[in-house]
């Protein structure tokens, strides 16, 4: 164990954050919601250009209500990729929904178009999609987009990792029904804790608002016909959030530089590949994330193990979801040609998860700290 913490994904504070939130001490504006709430709302649909936008205590909570605002019960199905965050398909057991996991595309790791048709020629009363833009690379929107509208269902985008990215010209979050962004700790940006629903539809995210502060009808007397949650973001949270945006762009300059970096340095490996970017897009590069040709036998668990020697945090891929004990009882729709068979669990995204791994992404790492985390990585390709 050597030198200091050399971090995946931590927060990078700047000093505007407690500008807003000491206006909010110096005003008392400590509780409850605030003018912080209402100007990060419109700040954030102002940035990714979309109208109306609901200010949550976490990115679950607002798929949560998205899944809610669109009326998803018990017993429907909703598709969800299979690789992501748990915090994509735990709402839809909330709602005692079931998901059905779709595999991935090599071309961005996010959901096949192809395994989604066919998820509803399998499925085709199914209810809602979740679309997710894994570690920041915007999905097939368009073809997803499309077969969701040729069957008449609602597109939820999960955008948690995403905020900023963009597909030809528009930002990820803005395309479907509803989108969502999450500003937990290690995301690009972050309010130590936080989510935001946004939507060209406003009674989607006045709904949210209005079951996120209990449901309460509009009555003297404390009178309600729903049952609500306390899901509201907090007046002092959104000002870290409001100095937090002035600098969302600088970031992502700051991780594409970081992905530009690693994939220099690994150009000469063959055998290294890096996760791939929507060429139709611009991703933010959340985190850079590498796949190893399974020929050579080094495993992403050696790299990880050395890193960590060091100091060094790095972590696996998600492990896909259809893999999970807890959900072992949801079907999952392969990729074309990936064991479509009954009882065979290959899959692409299986794939990823057996040969990934995500690299130390931190907007705060040095030259030095790049430069040893490279060499760590290529010691074991070495001939
Ligand atoms: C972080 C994340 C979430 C959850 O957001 P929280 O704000 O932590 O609740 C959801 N989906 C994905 C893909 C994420 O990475």
């Not at 059905?100 to 085709?124: C, G, H, Q």
């Amino acid at each position: 164990m050597t030198g200091k913490k050399i971090y995946l994904s931590s927060p990078t504070m700047h000093g505007e954050e407690q500008e807003f939130i000491k206006e909010a001490f110096d005003t008392n504006w400590v509780a409850p919601l605030g003018p912080n709430v209402n100007a990060f709302e419109k700040e954030i649909a102002d940035y990714v250009g979309i109208s109306h936008a609901s200010a949550l205590s976490a990115g679950t909570a607002a798929i949560h209500l998205a899944l809610k605002v669109l009326g998803i019960s018990q017993g429907d199905l909703v598709f969800v990729p299979t690789l992501t965050f748990s915090a994509t398909c735990n709402p839809v057991v909330y709602e005692k929904a079931v998901p059905v996991f779709i595999d991935s595309e090599k071309d961005t790791w996010n959901m096949d178009p192809d395994a989604l048709r066919r998820a509803f020629e399998k499925y085709p009363n199914v209810k809602a999609v979740i679309v997710v833009h894994l570690y920041g690379t915007p999905a097939k929107l368009y073809e997803i987009m499309e077969i969701c509208r040729e069957h008449n269902v609602p597109l939820i985008e999960d955008a948690a990792e995403s905020l900023g990215s963009t597909y030809k010209g528009k930002h990820t979050g803005t395309f479907g029904d509803i989108g969502i962004y999450s500003f937990n700790g290690n995301k690009i940006i972050t309010t130590s804790g936080g989510g935001m629903m946004v939507s060209e539809k406003e009674e989607f995210t006045k709904k949210a608002t209005f079951l996120a502060t209990q449901a309460r009808d509009p009555a003297r007397h404390y009178q309600h016909s729903n049952i609500g949650y306390n899901y509201r973001m907090s007046n002092i949270v959104a000002g870290v959030g409001r100095g937090q945006l002035l600098h969302l762009e600088e970031h992502k300059d700051r991780k594409k530089a970081i992905y530009r970096q690693y994939k220099e340095a690994f150009a000469d490996i063959p055998e290294i590949t890096l996760n791939p970017l929507n060429e139709d897009g611009d991703a933010n590069c959340w985190l850079t994330c590498m796949t190893i040709s399974p020929a050579c036998g080094v495993t992403p668990n050696q790299i990880m193990d050395a890193l960590d020697e060091w100091n060094i945090e790095s972590r696996p891929i998600w492990k896909p979801m259809h893999l999970q004990p807890v959900f072992a009882k949801c079907d999952f729709i392969a990729a074309e040609g990936n064991g479509c068979k009954e009882g065979v669990r290959e899959s692409a995204a299986e794939d990823i998860f057996n040969r990934g791994l995500c690299l130390p992404s931190d907007i705060k790492n040095t030259p030095e700290d790049m430069e040893l985390i490279i060499k760590i990585v290529r010691k074991h390709f070495d001939r």
